[in-house]
């Protein structure tokens, strides 16, 4: 499909893996992704063939069920769906962000109990941070969890904006473990989903991403075991802190992905389509146009790759992962939204991919910190 507008410098494993990933999404993913989108989720059944076809956790320790491969075998599934518009299945939440709290602050205990079954998909995991009346403010969230005299939790709160809500078995759950702290004072707890006290709110009506089952989730006086508390006690803050780089790093690469398709539907349309007897792409409005986006989307990948080769060596920071993600996301916007143009009438039509990815665009400036939090976050690194 990329062809040689945006060619894929891969090894031989990541060739392989790029292969499985391309065929993965569209034969079991691609087909069904219309009716999710109705559904305003996916199909269990799309989890356990990712596991199955070797495609969850795949930089989990090959000891704890995945397969020990670095962050490029990310960056590979990723670029598949995205080029495709695929965003229903949120494999890399899943497999990128919520799996590695467990592998790095989990105990041998939590790491046996729960990461195996996320390589496999029989668990599906989620991270649940995001509160009605606190956004991007974490240390400001209002959900407590209390030890209890017999060494038990209790969970009380509610979260929102909850990615894979629906379907989650495990869900990582920032609270206040001792409030008086502040951020100091907030723990992360691993929350099965089957226990009493767990409640899932509404599926969310969302402007995009219609397949991404997206939700409220409620914690009622919910006891949770001793053992589940995820690394320290009042350490949370500092553990999200310090996995957030990487959550804004797969924003970006998503971007970057989502922009290569839709200049390649779009040189697709403009070759097809036929306007006053000649093909559109003849029209050199429409043929700059389209070479600009080109362009800004080299130029993001460019970005988006330098950060990656940061990121596998340990020396990406969060000021530059926070500037990616904003740079991305704004720039997938404005190409999605100048690709969709030069489709005309047809671009608004949901029944075409580029007017689906356009909307899904939009939270990305949102979502894994909004563009202003992410600047702000730069300039505290420049004026330091």
């Known amino acids: ?40 989720m ?12 070797g495609l969850l956790c795949m930089t989990t320790p090959e000891a704890l069920g995945g397969a020990g491969a670095d962050f490029r075998a990310c960056q590979v599934f990723t670029q598949e769906l995205g080029r495709l518009g695929l965003s229903g299945p949120v494999f890399h939440l899943h497999s990128e962000i919520v799996a590695p709290y467990l592998v790095h602050y989990g105990s041998a205990a939590q790491q046996q109990r729960w990461l195996p079954r996320m390589a496999s998909g029989e668990v599906i995991g989620a991270i649940a941070m995001t509160e009605p009346d606190t956004g991007s403010d974490l240390a400001a969230i209002r959900t407590r969890a209390v030890q209890q005299p017999d060494g038990r939790w209790k969970l009380s ?25 502040g951020a100091k004072g907030v723990s992360l707890l691993l929350v099965d989903t089957s226990l009493p006290g767990f409640r899932r709110g509404r599926k969310l009506e969302k402007l995009g991403m219609l397949a991404q089952d997206t939700s409220e989730l409620f914690f009622d006086d919910m006891l949770l075991p001793a053992d589940a508390l995820l690394g320290e006690d009042g350490r949370g803050f500092g553990y999200l802190m310090t996995e957030l780089p990487q959550e804004r790093l797969l924003v970006a690469l998503w971007a970057v992905a989502a922009m ?11 070759r097809e389509r036929k306007a006053f007897g000649a093909p559109l792409a003849d029209k050199q409005v429409l043929r700059h146009g389209l070479a ?10 460019a970005f988006a790759e330098d950060c990656v080769c940061r990121h596998i060596d340990g020396r990406l920071d969060s000021a530059t992962a926070s500037a990616l993600k904003a740079w991305a996301s704004e720039m997938q916007f404005s190409v999605l939204d100048r690709c969709l143009q030069m489709f005309g009438g047809w671009g608004y039509m949901r029944e075409l991919p580029i007017a689906r990815a356009w909307a899904d665009a939009r939270v990305q400036r949102i979502y894994g910190g909004t563009t202003e939090i992410m600047r702000e976050l730069v300039a505290r690194r420049l004026f330091d």
């Open 1 to 40: 499909m990329t062809e040689a507008l945006f060619e894929d410098h891969d090894s031989p494993e990541m060739a392989a893996l790029r292969d499985t990933a391309r065929r993965f999404a569209r034969e079991q993913v691609a087909p069904h992704h219309a009716q999710w989108e109705r559904d305003g």
């Open 157 to 181: 709160g509610q979260k929102t904006f909850i990615s894979n809500g629906q379907l989650a078995d495990l869900v990582i759950v920032a609270a206040k473990t001792q409030p008086e702290k």
């Open 42 to 53: 996916v199909s269990r059944d799309v989890w356990r063939a990712a596991g199955t076809a």
């Open 260 to 270: 290569e398709g839709a200049v390649l539907w779009a040189r697709d349309w403009l």
């Open 292 to 301: 600009a986006c080109w362009s800004d989307t080299l130029a993001a990948r």
